[in-house]
């Protein structure tokens, strides 16, 4: 009996051991991905710096849209109430969607990179697509996705749409593309002959 105990636990323990390299070699296959941009690099600093200031902003902007949407409702709805609902809902969502345009103007002109908020739009897509993705698989029912759809255009895919036109445009205006290393200006003045 004693023997057939330590048969066991020496089989549980193997199988643990095996889990735990599965684990370690899906971990190693994650940091070769797109993951690994989120990682440090051995000095501290984020592998790619777009990526993560991008995110973090994104998700500055997902509080702000929130608060933009408790304004515009609360200032809004007084004045839209006898509209048709589609026009109603449409200037509410224009105006919270507006005022995420308004900082992410300020912002542009702040900012020295010229991709960031475009980027943090992207980033906002991206959860726009990741939620409606989810949806589907969790609300299962035709009606409850066209209802959740109904909702998700006004209070996402509208705004999120428009500040990624203002943002796209303002980086076709603004951005110009770093110079080549042989073309810097101050390399002429170091370099020794």
Same mark, same amino acid.
């Given at each position: ?24 070699? #899906?971990?190693? #296959? ?83 990179? #010229? ?50 036109v203002v943002t796209y445009l303002l980086y076709r205006k603004d951005y ?18």
């Amino acid at each position: 009996m004693d023997q057939n105990n330590n048969f066991y636990r020496q089989i549980e323990d193997a199988e643990r051991e095996r889990a735990k390299k599965e684990r370690k070699e #899906k971990w190693a #296959k994650r940091e070769k991905s797109f993951w690994k941009a989120f990682l440090f690099t051995e000095d501290g600093k984020p592998k790619s710096g777009f990526l993560v200031y991008t995110f973090c902003l994104s998700l500055v902007f997902v509080l702000l849209l929130i608060g933009a949407f408790n304004l515009a409702i609360l200032w809004l709805s007084p004045v839209t109430a006898g509209w048709p609902v589609f026009t109603g809902n449409l200037v509410q969502s224009l105006a919270a969607g507006g005022m995420g345009v308004l900082v992410a103007l300020v912002l542009h002109r702040i900012f020295h990179d #010229k991709r960031l908020m475009l980027g943090c739009y992207l980033w906002l897509a991206v959860y726009g697509i990741l939620i409606c993705g989810s949806m589907v698989f969790m609300l299962g029912d035709r009606d409850a996705f066209e209802a959740f759809l109904h909702f998700f255009t006004w209070f996402m895919a509208v705004p999120v749409l428009l500040g990624l036109v203002v943002t796209y445009l303002l980086y076709r205006k603004d951005y110009v593309p770093p110079k080549p290393e042989d073309e810097q200006p101050w390399k002429k003045f170091t370099q020794r002959r």
